[in-house]
């Protein structure tokens, strides 16, 4: 076997009470995967006041272990989140937020990437705030500190915070940004306003003040294309046709180019073909500079509008924030943007073992798509699959659904003995019904 060979469908066929004697022997052999198991299993039962100890007992001065507590507290969150829970998750997910901003703040950097923990941190904040929404002129004060008063960091992204938000809140952020625009002072506190007045504009819809605000932006193809999807999107068709006219002419009729930075060169060719490669020169050029964190928000969001326009664009998205390091960012933009369906297998088989309730659904298409072949090696192909939905129904604890799922498949393809056969032969038990075929198919 080849050292890069992957194990894991060799380590698929294991029995669990084997797979757990194999792990807690290497654990024993290695400290650093004993800890992180140790942590996992700290906040596996989902025990809010567990999570709260161990931002207690995160001592940040000169503690390497700092990263890894955060990482098991955001794992909690994520598991409750997905799980439907009832608790209040909010303050947690707050009070994580707020800590890890204040160690980067402290320390300037951190090992273990703590930045992106961050950003992790505030994603699950709006979740557990839509689930259960705190007081929304409080949230709304929140997100005023975090982003006048803060250090730079978190980004806040009002579209995952306006359902908690509602008009209250939203209105609150409003009243701010008007004061600090009408104070017409230049600064950060200008920059912060701007940001934050065309995203209020977004989240209400308030398509004349968006087009406004854009059109007041100097001229470049990502903000024409933005601001012609728009007023397509509200049904202007006319006025986004004369607007693509003009910014056309103005395209033909440049100004004289100015001295251009490596970031803003590499901004120019990511908007001229956003896509991976591009978004890459721009994320090494945009770092290098100190200023990754809003020309990463800014790109994110330029691929996230294309990703709604085909599954080309929607896997372009993925890959990239895959490259990106963000497998939960990717998984969630295949879902909700439609990615190909070899994506999204990929990424399933990424996610099967610590997500397996998200990642059925895609496996019983791929079964359904495999048996529409009709021929030996996919109907063995799709027994294989079973046979993993079988283990990830088991671990999702819905193993009477996987039941009453091959039944009804059973039942759907009961004409095709080739795949029955191979069902067997895969020792699925299959439902009593089923006769023994008597001919391959």
């Known amino acids: 076997m080849s050292p890069h060979s992957d194990l894991r469908p060799y380590l698929r066929t294991l029995d669990a009470e084997t797979l757990a004697d194999l792990l807690h022997a290497q654990a024993e052999r290695d400290p650093e995967l004993r800890h992180s198991l140790e942590l996992r299993a700290a906040t596996q039962s989902g025990d809010v006041s567990e999570a709260h100890r161990l931002l207690d007992t995160a001592v940040t001065d000169g503690n390497v272990e700092y990263t890894a507590k955060i990482g098991a507290v955001l794992d909690t969150l994520q598991r409750m989140l997905d799980a439907g829970s009832r608790a209040d998750l909010a303050p947690l997910a707050r009070r994580t937020v707020d800590d ?49 008063d803060g250090p730079g960091r978190p980004v806040i992204d009002l579209a995952e915070f306006a359902t908690a938000l509602g008009e209250p809140g939203l209105k609150r952020i409003k009243s701010t940004v008007d004061d600090v625009l009408a104070a017409n002072g230049p600064g950060h506190r200008r920059d912060v306003a701007e940001r934050l007045r065309e995203q209020l504009a977004e989240v209400l819809g308030d398509v004349d003040e968006l087009v406004a605000i854009l059109s007041a932006k100097p001229p470049r193809v990502d903000v024409s294309l933005k601001i012609v999807r728009v007023l397509r999107a509200a049904g ?11 910014a056309l002419t103005h395209d033909k ?23 991976r490669e591009t978004f890459a020169a721009l994320r090494e050029a945009a770092t290098a500079d100190g200023k990754w964190t809003v020309q990463r928000r800014d790109a994110l969001a330029c691929l996230r509008e294309r990703a709604a326009e085909g599954v080309e664009q929607a896997d372009e998205l993925v890959r990239v924030l895959l490259d990106d390091g963000r ?58 699959r079973l046979k993993l939905l079988r283990t990830l129904h ?47 198919r």
């Open 253 to 275: 009729n440049p100004p004289a180019p100015e001295p251009e930075s490596e970031t803003a060169r590499r901004r120019k060719e990511f908007d001229a073909k956003p896509d």
């Open 394 to 440: 088991k671990r999702a604890e819905t193993s009477e659904e996987f039941t009453a799922y091959l039944a009804a498949l059973v039942e759907n393809h009961r004409r095709k003995t080739r795949l029955i056969t191979e069902i067997r032969a895969a020792r699925i038990a299959m439902p009593k019904a089923v006769t023994s075929p008597r001919a391959p």
């Open 327 to 384: 497998p939960d960012e990717a998984w969630r933009a295949c879902v909700r943007f439609g990615a190909s369906a070899e994506l999204k297998l990929e990424l399933a088989e990424q996610r099967a073992a610590e997500h397996p309730a998200e990642t059925i659904p895609v496996f019983r298409e791929h079964v359904d798509e495999l048996i529409e072949r009709k021929d030996p090696q996919a109907y063995q192909d799709a027994a294989r």
């Open 236 to 246: 202007r068709h006319s006025e986004a046709i004369a607007h693509a006219a003009r």
């Open 100 to 148: 890890i901003s204040e160690v980067l703040e402290q320390s300037g950097d951190h090992p273990g990437d703590l930045a992106d923990r961050l950003d992790r941190a505030v994603e699950l904040y709006a979740r557990a705030c839509a689930a259960r929404p705190p007081d929304p002129e409080k949230l709304a004060g929140w997100i005023l500190e975090v982003e006048f």
